[in-house]
């Protein structure tokens, strides 16, 4: 069973920065796709990011691609969200997430939830003002 650890959480004003590692476990070296979604309180899960384990096709959602950047390092076994110029509506709990079934761009995009089988617990970002 892949098993997902967040990571890189935190407190920032905005205007700032942060990185979140998304460390994946007996995740089998299948092709997968990995994303990122985020909830705030009371709001519906957004799809943020999405990124294949071979790092060929990454995406990322309109309402983010001028501020955040996906990536991943397979030889860390590691996918990063790297988020800039943070505002305090970024506000909400990260999650990452993989797909249970083997890579196809389908899978990916659109950034949503609905393919994704194995889910991290989620990492808290907040961001004051």
């Known amino acids: 069973q892949v098993q997902l650890q967040e990571s890189g959480g935190g407190s920032v004003q905005a205007g700032g920065s942060l990185k979140l590692s998304c460390l994946m476990r007996?995740?089998?070296?299948?092709?997968?796709?990995v994303g990122w979604f985020r909830q705030a309180p009371g709001k519906e899960r957004e799809g943020l990011a999405s990124?294949?384990?071979?790092?060929?096709?990454?995406f990322i959602a309109d309402s983010v691609k001028d501020r955040f950047t996906i990536s991943q390092d397979s030889a860390k076994e590691t996918v990063y969200l790297e988020m800039n110029n943070l505002n305090p509506e970024d506000t909400a709990i990260y999650y990452c997430?993989?797909?249970?079934?083997?890579?196809?761009?389908?899978?990916?995009?659109?950034?949503?939830?609905?393919?994704?089988?194995?889910w991290g617990q989620g990492t808290q970002v907040t961001v004051s003002s």
């Open positions: 997430a993989a797909t249970e079934s083997s890579y196809h761009r389908g899978l990916c995009v659109p950034i949503r939830a609905g393919p994704f089988g194995y």
């Open positions: 007996k995740w089998g070296y299948a092709r997968r796709c």
């Open positions: 990124v294949d384990t071979a790092g060929v096709d990454k």
